[in-house]
Nanobody, 126 residues
Framework: QVQLVEYGGRSAQAGGSLKLSCIGS????????MGWFRQAPGREREFVAA???????????KYKDSLKGRFILSRDERQRAIFLQMNNLEPEDTAVYFC????????????????WGRGTQVTVSS
């Protein structure tokens, strides 16, 4: 089974930037939609962003509405990876960020994601 491993979580100042990476253990991950969810202390896990397979007609993406423009999701098939560029960080971005993957197009429903990483901690201080 394909494994997902997240990298890049750390402490940062509000207003700063962080880039998270998620790498799949096998090239098969390139046929999956991959995405990020996050869970803040005392809160339920929520959708952040997802990106579909790279296709010539345009790679589909979905973002949590409130994060559009501030978070940017990209994908690199050669690295079997996705990258979440998080800009203008806010203390409310503090959470464990989980990478996930599913067959089919991007969706916000975490129940439809069948592969999960262990998460990486992001802490944003004001």
């Amino acid at each position: 089974q394909v494994q997902l491993v997240e990298y890049g979580g750390r402490s940062a100042q509000a207003g700063g930037s962080l880039k998270l990476s998620c790498i799949g253990s096998q090239a098969a991950i390139n046929s999956y939609t991959m995405g990020w969810f996050r869970q803040a202390p005392g809160r339920e896990r929520e959708f952040v962003a997802a990106i579909g397979r790279i296709v010539m007609t345009g790679t589909p993406r979905k973002y949590k509405d409130s994060l559009k423009g501030r978070f940017i999701l990209s994908r690199d098939e050669r690295q079997r990876a996705i990258f979440l560029q998080m800009n203008n960080l806010e203390p409310e971005d503090t959470a464990v960020y989980f990478c996930a993957a599913r067959s089919g197009p991007p969706t916000t429903s975490q129940e439809s994601y069948t592969l999960w990483g262990r998460g990486t901690q992001v802490t944003v201080s004001s």
